[in-house]
Structure formats: C-alpha cells, structure tokens
C-alpha cells in the first residue's frame, strides 16, 4: 500500500541518504551518501528495509514525521529519544534503537542526539526518487534537496499492531581519547617531519565549519615543506585531509569534492570515519597512524561488529511486556530541545 | 618498461596512480589508457572489488571496497592493467563550439584581467575564444571541466579574493586553464563571460556535456544572439548536442 511520510519539521540539515552514489566521480560527482553508514543499517534493518535503503540523516535533533493517512513504520538509530505526539495530542516518549509503528495523525519528534550530531530515520517502503543510481542528497548539484516542512516522501503502509524490533544492546561507542586511525598519504611527503610529528602527537578540535562536504579542524598549523602547499588537482575521496597553505587540515566527508588541488597529509581510514564524521563542534580528537594491513583488519572488525549487531535485533514484546519507558527513558530523557532555534544555528 | 609510475596511499578504499606531478598534455594518454584498461577488467568481471575509476590531470585514482579485496590485488590488478593499456590511440575526442557572452554582468573581470594583462578588452576575448582548449579532467563540481592552455599573457594567477558566488555557466581562467562553472558556487577564478549551454544534466545518459579529451573552442556572441540561444535551450528548441562541431570530429 502506498503512503507517504511528512516532514513536519527538518531539524538541522535533514536529507535522504543511502550508502551513496558509484560510478560518477569521473564526472565530478561526489559520493555523497549518509555520514552513519552503520546508523542507516541498523535503521533500515528495524523497519524491515533491506540495509542499504535510503533513509533520513537529520543533525543535532528537531526533526518531526508525520504518518498522514495511512500507518507507516520508522525506524530511529541514533543516540536520541523520540516523543510519539498522538493525534488527541497525548505524548509518550521512547528511546531510539527501536522500530514504532505510526497511526494516521501521529507524529515522531526527535530529541537532540546527545555526544554525536548525526542519527538517522528510515521509513518502511521508503522510496525517493533516485538520480544516478541513488537516492542521496547532493543539493549542490540538484541531486535531490535538502527536506523542508511540509515535504511529503513516498513509502509503504504497515498494518496497525504490525510487529516492532529492538535493539537491545546499541553499538559500543568508543572512548571519547580514542584516536582516529589515518593511513600516511598521498602527499605526506609534502609537509615537514615536524608536521608528522604533530599530527599525530597532538589534540585537534572540530571546528564549527564543519558540514557533509568537510570539517575543518582548529589546533597545531601542519607545515608544509617550502613551496609544497599545493599540487595539480589529483582525486580525493571521504576521509582524506587537506591541509592548505594556513596548515589547519581539513577531513573531507561524504559530500567531497572528487579532485583537489591541496596536498592531502593523510587519510582516515574508512573503519573510523564515521566516528570522525559525528562528532560535533568542538569536540577534541587525536590521530594516530597505522599500516594498510592495519586498515584492512579494521575495515573487516568494523562490519563483523556491525553484523554483529544486526544480528542481535530482535521483536519487541507485545505492549505491556517489556516496559522499554521505564527501562530506558529516565537516562536518555534530558529535554526536548528546538534544533531550528538560533543557538544550534551556529553550529551548522 | 613503464616510465615512472606512482602509487600512493589514499587510505584502505583507494590508491592513486600518479604519472606526473604537474599538468602536462603528455599524461594525458597515459592517464587515459590505464583508465580504458582497468574499465575493460571491470566490465569483464575480472576486477573484484573495483568501484570506480577517477581521472585527473596527471594520474587515476582507483576506488574498491577494503571487504571484497585488498590493496595487494589491487595493484596486482593495477600492474596488470598497465601492461594490457593502450597508450598511444587516445581517441581524439569530440570538439566543442560554445558560445559565450563575453563582459559585463556576465564577465565581471573582463576589465581588470585587461588592466593586468595590458591588453584590451577586445584583445582578451580575441585571445581566449577561437583557439581549441583540451578538456583535461572533470572534477571540483559535478561537470565542472578543467582545460587548457590558455595562451601565457591570460595565464594569471587566481584571484587574491575567492567570490563566495560564481553564477552557474560563468566562464573563467586561472592558472593556465580556463573552465566554465556548472553550478552555482564560491570560486576564485576571473570571470571572462557567460555560457548557457548546461554542462550537468543527471537525466542524460552521459550527465557532462564534456569529457576528458575533447575540445572546446569559446565563441564570441553578442547579447541578442546569446538571448536567442538560451530560450531556444530552454524551450527544448535546441539541444546541447547541437554545439558538436561535427566537421572537426570526422577530421
């Protein structure tokens, strides 16, 4: 049955992703896709929509769906909690890691996301147009557009009372001093000893120009050798950092450009870059670097981790089973907050 | 033997084949042959793993996912490719008459890239149109073409001050290159004139009007005739196709 989700309120930043966009770069045509590939697994897994479907990446918190006229099942990953607004105007408040089934009227508003500025929604049946092969957002390019209120999205209705899922234990986040892993390269034979030295001996910052095209990080200038601050344009894909002639780096995200013309010290590798790509303005990050074999390992522990954890979703009791309210929401609830007003304006 | 060929670390789902460290027409066949070959493989089956491949002026990137292979059969695959690639028949690639409206509100630097390179606005837009420019690379925004070499008087550097708005279809030089801006976007390029063939369109099969190894020749147009043009492209009255110069391709 066909049904539509509404966008009653985007947040900050709401857009349709999915695993992102192949085949184009030759052409100038960035990836793209989610920054949380794991959070979009996990969320398409709890509505039954095959892994890789496009679902909604929303920033800081704010974003509220509506089921119009038919029921529609949504999926919530994300360190957040969801307020359920019924249509007499009843709120019940549950965490995320959790599937909900929305009757006609009702609406899911999400909280802020507490330590990370990325969660992500999928929506049963989800099915925006897809350009290029996908379905994600590169408004710059007229790929999609960013979502606004009163944007409707296609998908698929679910029968009242259709069985939800949990997941029980979400994925371990790691220590906040953990560091992020980088490979040396491609141009790391441009910069000074000294600037190795401190990439990887010292804390940067997120600053706040930080968005899905890149982040720019504050700390230790990284010097380049003398006259080496720039090259002939050569590809670039997410994760590698920039680092132009005032020697603050840059880690390009998702929506990168294909090809620049600053030498590129390092690359984070693909296992950390999520966990890079959440962090919100100004928290602290280290670096530290490892081999590719080193990467490789990651990038196979990281998805047998995540298979992991898909593996573990499971139905949710019946109502009045397991009472998930007051198991979970006296930790997660700390306040619904407004992610339109201007103080998180400043930080996108 | 191969002539000197890089591979560089672009961390675990990429590696990039460097041939050179500065544009050079040179390359360009190299880059182009690997290109050819490693997208034979794909094609064939025979490169688990791959996912794309990113020509740039100097070197190719290769993109693959770190689960299904890993960087030793990659450059196996890359190795592999560089002996099977045919790097002497680069196509010649097509050729390109674009209109432009050169000054004005169009081309708001035409005056000062005038003042700085002593010679008049008339002598500038003579310069810069009527002479081919190969397309070297596609890349910063989506269709976005890279191409030169535009003649040493016009070879400045960028702008000292980027404009944070560069209107889509703006055509500009820097550096000993010129390009025409697909989108709208900030931009440190001086802006020469205005295009309005649209160089990005996702609903077409190829979505760049351009690609690496074609040729594009500006032409002068005066603003009734560049008025003309633009309805009659978006009307649909005239397709972009229709600014191949056929001629010059059979040659």
Not at chain 2, 39 to 63: C, D, K, M, N
Not at chain 2, 126 to 145: C, K
Not at chain 2, 151 to 175: F, N
Request: aromatic share 6%; with cysteine.
């Amino acid at each position: 049955m066909s049904a539509v989700v509404a966008i009653v309120s985007p947040g900050a930043l709401a857009s349709v992703q999915d695993l992102g966009r192949h085949g184009y770069r030759r052409f100038g045509v960035p990836r793209a896709g989610t920054l949380a590939p794991d959070l979009l697994r996990i969320a398409n897994r709890l509505v039954g929509n095959p892994d890789g479907s496009p679902a909604i990446e929303f920033f800081v918190g704010g974003l509220a769906l509506a089921a119009r006229d038919e029921p529609l099942q949504l999926g919530f990953a994300g360190n957040f909690a969801v307020e359920i607004v019924a249509s007499d105007g009843a709120k019940r408040l549950l965490p995320a890691w959790r599937s909900v089934v929305l009757a006609p009227g009702e609406q899911a508003r999400c909280g802020m996301i507490a330590g990370s500025r990325v969660g992500v929604v999928a929506v049963a049946g989800l099915a925006p147009p897809r350009l290029l092969g996908s379905a994600s957002t590169y408004a710059r390019a007229g790929l999609g557009q960013l979502l606004g209120a009163g944007d409707q999205l296609p998908a698929t209705s679910v029968a009242p009372g259709t069985p939800c899922h949990w997941l029980p234990a979400p994925p371990a986040v790691a220590a906040p001093d953990t560091p992020i892993r980088l490979v040396l390269g491609p141009q790391d034979d441009h910069f000074s000893t000294a600037a190795l030295v401190t990439l990887e001996s010292v804390t940067y910052t997120v600053s706040r120009e930080a968005d899905r095209m890149g982040m720019r990080l504050d700390g230790p200038v990284l010097e380049h050798k003398p006259g080496m601050t720039e090259i002939a344009s050569d590809g670039i894909v997410p994760g590698a950092i920039q680092v132009p002639g005032n020697g603050l780096p840059i880690v390009l995200l998702a929506d990168g450009q294909t090809a620049g013309g600053y030498p590129k010290i390092a690359t984070v590798i693909s296992a950390d870059l999520p966990r890079l790509a959440a962090l919100p303005p100004g928290a602290p990050l280290r670096f530290s670097l490892i081999d590719l074999a080193g990467a490789a390992l990651a990038a196979r522990q990281a998805e047998a981790e995540l298979l992991a954890c898909l593996a573990a979703i499971e139905p949710l009791g019946p109502e009045g089973g397991i009472d998930l309210n007051a198991l979970y929401t006296e930790n997660l609830v700390s306040g619904m907050i407004n992610a339109q007003a201007e103080e998180w304006k400043l930080l996108l | 033997m191969q002539p000197s060929v890089r591979l560089l670390n672009l961390g675990d789902t990429a590696v990039t084949v460097e041939f050179g460290d500065r544009v050079d027409p040179l390359l360009m066949p190299r880059v182009s042959g690997l290109d050819a070959a490693l997208q034979a493989l794909l094609q064939a089956g025979e490169a688990p793993g791959l996912i794309e491949t990113v020509p740039t002026f100097r070197s190719l990137t290769v993109i693959f996912d770190p689960l299904v292979t890993a960087r030793p059969a990659v450059d196996a695959l890359i190795q592999r490719a560089l002996q099977a690639a045919d790097t002497q028949a680069a196509p010649p690639g097509r050729t390109w008459r674009l209109p432009v409206l050169y000054g004005g509100e169009f081309g708001p630097d035409l005056a000062s890239v005038a003042e700085a390179t002593g010679l008049s606005c008339e002598e500038v837009i003579a310069r810069h149109s009527g002479t081919p420019y190969r397309v070297y690379m596609l890349g910063f925004l989506p269709g976005f073409p890279f191409m030169g070499d535009v003649a040493p008087p016009l070879a400045l550097p960028r702008r000292s001050e980027p404009r944070v708005r560069v209107p889509a279809g703006s055509v500009a030089i820097a550096g000993g290159l010129t390009a025409i801006y697909p989108w709208e976007s900030p931009g440190g390029w001086h802006l020469l004139g205005r295009c309005p063939v649209r160089l990005f369109d996702p609903a077409r099969p190829a979505p760049s009007l351009l690609a690496p190894g074609d040729q594009v020749i500006f032409t002068a147009v005066e603003a009734a005739r560049y008025a003309e043009i633009d309805a009659e492209l978006r009307s649909g009255a005239r397709e972009a196709a229709s600014f191949l110069d056929l001629g010059a391709a059979a040659q």
